[in-house]
T-cell receptor
Framework: GESVGLHLPTLSVQEGDNSIINCAYS??????FIWYKQESGKGPQFIID?????DKRQGQRVTVLLNKTVKHLSLQIAATQPGDSAVYFC??????????FGAGTRLAVHP | NAGVTQTPKFRVLKTGQSMTLLCAQD?????MYWYRQDPGMGLRLIHY???????AKGEVPDGYNVSRLKKQNFLLGLESAAPSQTSVYFC????????????FGDGTRLSIL
């Protein structure tokens, strides 16, 4: 809901620019990673996922990059639109069928 | 196709009261999960289920109980609510756990006074 985004890091971008949201993960044994988008008052919505045997995966306007050497994940959004404004979460599957979620980043898109 | 449906959407309880949150999914998913989300934090797993009749503890299970009597439903119970349980609760499901996206409901906002 509205209170979820308090005290989160915020990325502010102009409409039409590309956005890059970064995430550091904790477990070098994690083999699956996923990005979610959460709008105010809604549940997390799946955006894109990637397995550890890949470095890059593209979707519609979104690209996920995985750097296993430094345990870093990024989400790139091309031609950012006002509807992209939300909180974005990364998550990793470190085993046992459970996802570990990051704290999230708020994306604010300005006209 | 409703996906994952949570009821109720909002609830206010007094300390010590009990209640049950209901999650229903119509995707025939085996795995179901309950999370809580607090301001400035990511989702934390409370309990999960790998199939009908099974439950398992997650990261923050204390003060909660769950049941999965039917494959499509996953219930989260608070036996004696405490102010620390004020949170937004999300249910999710996926096909068979592991490396599959989890599908989320829109949450239940719970306030304990």
């Amino acid at each position: 809901g509205e209170s979820v985004g308090l005290h989160l890091p915020t990325l502010s971008v102009q409409e039409g620019d590309n956005s890059i949201i970064n995430c550091a993960y904790s477990n070098s044994a994690s083999d699956y990673f996923i990005w979610y988008k959460q709008e105010s008052g809604k549940g997390p919505q799946f955006i894109i996922d990637i397995r550890s045997n890949m470095d890059k995966r593209q979707g519609q306007r979104v690209t996920v990059l995985l750097n296993k050497t430094v345990k870093h994940l990024s989400l790139q959004i091309a031609a950012t639109q006002p509807g992209d404004s939300a909180v974005y979460f990364c998550a990793e599957n470190s085993g046992y069928n459970k996802l570990i979620f990051g704290a999230g980043t708020r994306l604010a898109v300005h006209p | 196709n409703a996906g994952v449906t949570q009821t109720p959407k909002f609830r206010v309880l007094k300390t010590g009261q009990s209640m049950t949150l209901l999650c229903a999914q119509d995707m025939n998913h085996e795995y179901m999960y309950w999370y809580r989300q607090d301001p400035g934090m990511g989702l934390r797993l409370i309990h999960y289920s790998v199939g009908e009749g099974t439950t398992a503890k997650g990261e923050v299970p204390d003060g909660y109980n769950v049941s999965r009597l039917k494959k499509q439903n996953f219930l989260l119970g608070l036996e004696s609510a405490a102010p620390s349980q004020t949170s937004v609760y999300f249910c999710a499901s996926n096909v068979n756990g592991g490396n599959q996206p989890q599908h989320f409901g829109d949450g239940t906002r719970l306030s304990i006074l």
